[in-house]
């Protein structure tokens, strides 16, 4: 929100010009008026008035929490494709709009993205708000968070949810910083919860590295906003030709807005190698002892149709790009087997496979700290128990 | 010009241990430690102040108790300029949102800087929230995941960093003034201050602002300001210790495979 010193205007209407969504207007005195429910915070008519009489004022947004209705999922792309996460915070979404007995939607951002939207659709979106355009052809924070939050404001939807995705957690505090509402990061978990009459949205997120696990609810913002892990929730089944109702918008986007800009794609970094969303990771730490010894590894994956992935020393020395690295400056991975080759289990890396389903350790250290977290822990080198192990693979592939 | 790098002091999670009872944290006996993202924060603000042909002054600036003191101090020691903690028993139990306010309201005190700098996340609360949040109250653009800054131009306004994406690495170009969220990258090594430094240290202004200073209703600060509660915390659930074996690796490997194919990962 923005705050103006009714001193200092001068009634020019510049900022009523310049406000893209029409929040502001000059009440019988001829001094700037905002309304506080459209404003997005976007700051043009900060740089605009020529007396300098308007400053942000970021507040909590209280209101009448029973004006929002509805659950929202922000369906990320890439290139115009779906991404997973989507499809799963729509199933989770399905769950969660029935017990608030609200519409399930979602929102697309983009300059393609049709198909993505119709898609979302098909994943049980009753209702897609689309934003389509040029500009919106790569991921910029200003940009995408100001159409985020036009949406918002002109909607009201009672909770929002992104994937805690890079993107996602760029997002969505821009957006909560924005129009001043509640956020919670990374949850595994989402339920309700009745507080005095009104449903909640129960949020559970690990706190602490993961030695702790929290449970938070932001009673007073509307839309409660919570980013949730991929793969955490599963994705539901695909309906054909759902025809969900689209409703488009346009976002007037000042030029002011593109405070940043994409130069290139740095070369020689490996994109994604899809440790986040496979089945099975096959991780190898400073044990498995040199970058040769990690064909072992990628051995394994293959038996097992897995992804090799690895702690931050493997990075360190450049035997793997940063793309492989599990854990809290690397990726969080849950997936049904996670198998820790030589890796000894520092916090940092534990926090990254917590929610795996099964984790299997091979460490020479029977006191390492990964057995801690491992469902099947074997004592032993590496480099003896994985030949036995592949042999016995190859056994079976081979008859 | 001048570069604000916004730090927390953290318990060391390797060693926090926590209390099944209660689900609380112990936090007696564990060492605090500068959150080792904001550490990185402030070194690559230091190796973009000695590149520079302009004076720049580093000023480190956190929320948090008075032991958050000790963080600062290292700063100091590390290179920073000038410290300055916010501190006050109405800022306490802040989320997001409250902290980003307290600090915006200690930037606002300050008189603003050309630069901003906050780690990429907290490693206690983990929500990489607090960057962008400032930002929003700043009115400024921010920049998360940013790995490195490959160039900065303050003649032109602008500096281009290096930012990790879910595809890879791009290059951005952002004007300044922005807020930058920082990702260690794996060859980084801190630099550890020696004596001298930690002398020299003593001498640089570290100032404490109290509520007082910072001006506002106290029902904008710490708990009251917050918009999200916690409402209760507990251990994560343990799957109980699972079965450990050692013995040859021939037979290590078989209790692999068993677990493989009763878990339908591989064929029977
Ligand atoms: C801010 C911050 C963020 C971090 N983020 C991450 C992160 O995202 N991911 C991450 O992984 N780390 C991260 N770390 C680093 C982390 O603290 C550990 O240093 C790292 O995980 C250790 O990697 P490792 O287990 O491979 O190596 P080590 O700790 O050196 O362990 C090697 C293990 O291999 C075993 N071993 C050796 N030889 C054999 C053999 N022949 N057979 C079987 N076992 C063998 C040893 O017993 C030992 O347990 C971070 C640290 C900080 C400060
Ligand atoms: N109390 C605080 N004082 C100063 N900076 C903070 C504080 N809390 C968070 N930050 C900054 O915000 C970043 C992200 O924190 P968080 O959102 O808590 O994960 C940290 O790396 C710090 O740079």
Redo the contacts with the bound molecule.
């Keep these: 929100m923005i705050k103006i010193d009714r001193e200092e205007c001068i009634g020019c209407g510049e900022c009523v010009e310049v406000c893209p969504v029409d929040a502001l207007s000059l009440d019988s005195e001829e001094k700037a008026v905002v309304d506080e429910d459209t404003c997005t915070s976007c700051g043009l008519c900060i740089s605009t008035c020529p007396t300098n009489a308007i400053e942000t004022k970021i507040m909590a947004r209280k209101g009448d929490t029973s004006q929002y209705s509805g659950v929202w999922v922000f369906g990320e792309t890439n290139d115009g494709n779906l991404k997973e996460v989507g499809p799963q915070l729509l199933g989770k979404g399905r769950e969660l709009a029935s017990e608030f007995n609200d519409q399930l939607s979602a929102v697309v951002i983009g300059s393609d993205v049709k198909d993505a939207a119709a898609k979302c659709g098909n994943y049980g979106a009753e209702k897609v708000y689309m934003v389509e355009g040029e500009e919106f052809d790569q991921y910029k924070t200003l940009p995408f968070s100001f159409a985020m939050s036009q949406l918002i404001s002109e909607f009201k939807p009672r909770v929002v949810l992104y994937g805690a995705t890079h993107l996602g957690r760029d997002l969505a505090p821009s957006v909560a910083g924005r129009l001043g509402l509640g956020l919670t990061a990374d949850c595994t978990g989402l339920s309700i919860k009745e507080e005095d009459g009104e449903k909640l949205l129960l949020q559970t997120r690990p706190a602490f590295g993961g030695n702790l696990i929290a449970e938070i609810v932001c009673p007073n913002t509307r839309p409660q906003m919570a980013t949730v892990r991929p793969n955490v929730f599963s994705c539901p089944e695909e309906t054909e030709n759902s025809q969900p109702e689209i409703i488009e918008r346009e976002v007037d986007l000042n030029p002011e807005l593109f405070k940043v800009e994409i130069l290139e794609r740095l070369s020689g970094e490996e994109g994604e190698v899809g440790v986040e969303e496979a089945d099975v990771v096959i991780a190898g730490g400073r044990g498995v002892g040199s970058e040769e010894n990690f064909q072992l590894l990628e051995e394994l994956a293959d038996a097992l149709d897995g992804v090799v992935g690895c702690s931050r020393p493997i990075v360190e020395d450049g035997w793997l790009s940063k793309a492989h690295q599990v854990g809290q400056s690397g990726k969080t991975v849950s997936p049904k087997l996670y198998i820790a080759c030589g890796i000894s289990g520092a916090i940092q890396h534990k926090v990254g496979i917590r929610d795996s389903d099964t984790i299997i350790a091979i460490n020479k250290d029977p006191e390492a700290p990964i057995f801690d977290v491992a469902d099947l822990s074997v004592v032993g080198d590496l480099h003896e128990v994985l030949p036995e192990l592949l042999e016995l693979l190859g056994g079976e592939d081979g008859s | 010009m001048d570069f604000l ?4 002091q953290v318990p060391d999670t390797d060693e926090v241990k926590v209390d099944e009872e209660s689900g609380t944290i112990i936090r007696e006996g564990v060492p605090s430690i500068l ?1 080792p ?2 550490e990185y ?1 402030l070194n690559l603000a230091l190796r973009l102040k000695e590149g520079m042909e302009d004076e720049v002054n580093i000023t480190a ?4 108790p008075p032991q958050a003191k000790d963080a600062l101090k290292k700063c100091l020691a590390i290179g920073a300029d000038r410290g300055i903690l ?1 501190s006050d028993k109405v800022f306490g139990g ?1 989320d ?1 949102w409250a ?1 980003s306010f307290t ?1 915006f309201k200690g930037v606002e005190k300050m008189g603003g800087a050309d630069l901003y ?6 490693t ?8 962008p949040e ?1 930002a929003s109250h700043l009115n400024l653009s921010s920049m998360t995941y940013v790995e490195d800054v490959l160039d900065i131009n303050p003649k032109e306004g602008y500096l281009t960093a290096k930012k990790e994406t879910d595809e890879g690495f791009i290059k951005l170009k952002s004007e300044l003034p922005v807020v930058l ?1 920082c990702m260690t990258p794996p060859d980084f090594e801190p630099k550890i201050p020696g004596v001298k430094e930690i002398m020299k240290a003593k001498n640089k202004p570290l100032d404490t602002w109290n509520h007082d200073d910072l001006g506002g209703t106290e029902e904008e600060y710490g708990l009251e300001g917050s918009e999200s509660q916690v409402i209760s915390t507990y251990p994560p659930p343990s799957k109980g210790p699972g079965e450990k074996f050692e013995g040859p690796a021939e037979e290590g490997a078989e209790k692999i495979f068993a677990l493989l194919k009763d878990e339908g990962v591989c064929d029977d």
Excluded: Y
Excluded at chain 2, 5 to 8: D, E, H, L, Q, S
């Design positions: 790098v916004f730090i927390k959150n993202f904001d924060a600036m956190s929320m948090g916010l802040a997001t902290t600090l700098f906050s780690g990429q996340e907290a206690d609360g983990n929500t990489a929230q607090v960057g400032l969220s």
